[in-house]
């Protein structure tokens, strides 16, 4: 039986002329896992980001965050830095406070500094608490919210036990694809990456699809935000993949 490996997912909005769009990644076709599909920025959950020294270095959950963190479980630290940490690493978009302000790449030294850091960190020769200690940051924990867990279901050849979030993109942050594990990146809003799925342009997992369609019936970011935000029921999905799959 294939274990599970627990895994953090962060859906990142913006607001757009009409609506709002979401931050998406183009995995390569390499890749063991999604080959070619578009994704939200996500991954495994490490050792390192369960630590208490985190705890030092990041702002919330808040008291409205608090059935978010029952949901969570014992393991609430760990889910959450990880979605961040997935964020800045496939996607370059840290959210974080630097001063009491949301961080904002503020000039070209400063967004190719931050750059360099992506790689040792996916590389595992530098941590996000060691990124943060550098620059004087607190993680914004306060401005991710839980809303829904997938198991992969039994049968694929990697399975996963994620928790999804959703948070508004740092101003002054446009976001990049890797240019390793992803090879493209485009903010496009719900609708329309959900129509060019059934035009067969845009490749979606299933759970990817099932959650821009649910993000599809709001009419703007903070709507969806909010909604996450009051949230009290975070539904688990489990699916099954037929008989003859």
């Given at each position: 039986m294939q274990p599970i490996?627990?895994?953090?997912?962060?859906?990142?909005?913006?607001?757009?002329?009409?609506?709002?769009?979401?931050?998406m990644l183009k995995r390569t076709s390499r890749a063991s896992f999604a080959g070619g599909m578009y994704v939200f920025p996500g991954g495994r959950v490490d050792s390192d980001?369960?630590?208490?020294?985190?705890?030092?270095?990041?702002?919330?959950?808040?008291?409205?965050?608090?059935?978010?963190?029952?949901?969570?479980?014992?393991e609430w630290r760990g889910y959450w830095?990880?979605?961040?940490?997935?964020?800045?690493?496939?996607?370059?978009?840290?959210?974080?406070?630097?001063?009491?302000a949301l961080l904002s790449y503020a000039d070209a030294r400063?967004?190719?500094?931050?750059?360099a850091y992506r790689q040792?960190?996916?590389?595992?020769?530098?941590?996000?608490f060691d990124i943060c200690q550098r620059e004087?940051?607190?993680?914004?924990?306060?401005?991710?919210?839980?809303?829904?867990?997938?198991?992969?279901?039994?049968?694929?050849?990697?399975?996963?036990?994620?928790?999804?979030?959703?948070?508004?993109?740092?101003?002054g942050q446009a976001g990049r694809h890797d240019e390793h594990e992803t090879v493209d990146s485009v903010w496009v809003a719900p609708d329309e990456a959900l129509s060019r799925h059934q035009d067969g342009a845009f490749g979606l997992m299933n759970v990817t699809r099932f959650q821009l369609e649910g993000l599809a019936r709001h009419r703007s970011a903070q709507g969806a935000i909010d909604a996450a935000a009051g949230n009290r029921h975070f539904p688990v999905h489990r699916p099954v993949l037929p008989p003859d799959h």
């Open positions: 490996r627990p895994a953090a997912t962060v859906i990142l909005l913006r607001e757009a002329e009409r609506g709002f769009e979401i931050f980001d369960h630590l208490h020294k985190y705890d030092a270095i990041r702002t919330g959950p808040s008291e409205r965050q608090a059935a978010q963190a029952e949901a969570l479980g014992a830095i990880a979605g961040i940490r997935e964020s800045f690493e496939e996607a370059g978009l840290l959210l974080a406070y630097r001063n009491g400063e967004r190719r500094r931050f750059a040792p960190l996916h590389g595992r020769d530098l941590r996000l004087g940051l607190k993680l914004a924990v306060d401005r991710i919210h839980f809303h829904s867990r997938f198991v992969t279901p039994l049968g694929r050849p990697r399975r996963f036990d994620t928790r999804f979030f959703i948070a508004a993109a740092p101003e």
